[in-house]
């Protein structure tokens, strides 16, 4: 059974620093991109980012580009994001999922708020 699991969410003020993390289980995760998506309350998910399934190539969106980092271990079969200098407007739930691109499997989110 595929399962990803996100944790590390939190609450935290404006220019603070926070690093969630997706276990994932189940499948063959060094064989697959993943994907970093966020849904704020009242808005559809937007895609936040992605990481081919070696590690060495990413892709963010505009809103993450210079504070958000995706990384990951593929010997502990866990994907990483590192977000910088946070902001009110990155208050979101946010999920990891498998694939670039049609994801196929989500987790079930983590809980980022950021407020001072």
């Known amino acids: 059974e595929v399962q990803l699991v996100e944790s590390g969410g939190g609450l935290v003020q404006p220019g603070e620093s926070l690093r969630l993390s997706c276990a994932a289980s189940?499948?063959?995760?060094?064989?697959?991109?993943m994907t970093w998506l966020r849904q704020a309350l009242g808005k559809g998910p937007e895609w936040v980012g992605s990481i081919n399934m070696k590690g060495g190539t990413t892709y963010y969106a505009e809103s993450a580009k210079g504070r958000f980092a995706i990384s990951r271990d593929n010997a502990k079969n866990t994907l990483y994001l590192q977000m910088n200098n946070l902001k009110s407007d990155d208050t979101a739930v946010y999920y990891c999922?498998?694939?670039?691109?049609?994801?196929?499997?989500w987790g079930q989110g983590t809980q980022v708020t950021v407020s001072s």
């Open positions: 999922a498998r694939r670039a691109y049609e994801y196929d499997y």
């Open positions: 189940g499948f063959p995760f060094g064989s697959y991109d």
